[in-house]
């Protein structure tokens, strides 16, 4: 028979193997729930400009028109970047790093992808065995003249995003903003989104995020954009 002290070793040892095993299938659960989910290739965002503003800029994917404007350097960095972490954050996709599409990009020449941004997308997602592509346009990115409290130019953003599914090509979903931040006492009917900016003129960076926030509100769930026509 064992001892009392052979018999505590081994509830110890049970013990131990017990929460190794727990702690496995929790990482096993944790790595096919991750598997199960559709993969995401973002594409950066690409600068679409107009020669006259005042017309507005014109999406080459869905042809909406958006109000022109500068845009500022690096903004399309820093717009594909909140990109990525609000759609890691959304949890619907499992998105590709940033540097994988990089290479790919690099493979077939940023010149030709931008040229035709959706038909020269699906053939590099296929490569990064992606299921969806996201695309996207930045028509104007004007920082604020001013401070948080006073401007003598609000932050001004538009831009567009645009989903497609790689199996047979199709456009399953399109997201839009096109903003300059007003004043309350100017738009009255907008004060919830003043509010929620922070009651202050917030920067272009600021206004892009919220826009971001809005545009993906009431994004699709996965199953809905696989058989969606």
């Not at 989910?37 to 869905?62: H, K, M, Q, Y």
């Not at 500068?70 to 959304?90: C, D, F, S």
């Not at 604020?144 to 001004?156: C, D, Q, T």
């Amino acid at each position: 028979m064992c001892s009392t002290h052979s018999r505590v070793k081994c509830r110890i040892s049970n013990l131990i193997l017990l929460s190794s095993l727990c702690m496995l299938i929790i990482l096993m659960g944790s790595w096919l729930k991750a598997e199960e989910g559709p993969s995401l290739a973002i594409f950066p965002f690409v600068v679409e400009r107009t020669d006259d503003p005042a017309r507005g800029a014109v999406c080459p994917v869905c042809r909406g028109i958006y109000g022109g404007g500068e845009v500022a350097p690096g903004a399309q960095n820093i717009l594909t970047r909140e990109l990525y972490g609000k759609m890691e954050a959304l949890g619907t996709f499992r998105v590709i790093p940033l540097e994988k599409v990089e290479e790919a990009r690099s493979r077939s020449g940023q010149m030709r992808l931008e040229t035709n941004l959706v038909r020269s997308s699906v053939p590099l997602g296929r490569e990064l065995n992606a299921n969806f592509v996201m695309v996207a346009h930045l028509f104007r990115f004007q920082q604020r003249v001013g401070s948080s409290i006073g401007v003598e130019k609000p932050a001004s953003v538009a831009f567009d995003l645009h989903l497609i599914r790689i199996k047979d090509g199709a456009r399953v979903w399109d997201g839009g903003f096109d903003e300059t931040q007003k004043a309350l006492f100017d738009n009255l009917l907008r004060a919830g989104s003043f509010f929620k900016e922070g009651a202050k003129w917030v920067t272009a960076e600021e206004l892009a995020a919220v826009g971001m926030d809005k545009v993906l509100k009431n994004f699709p769930g996965a199953k809905e954009l696989e058989w969606k026509p």
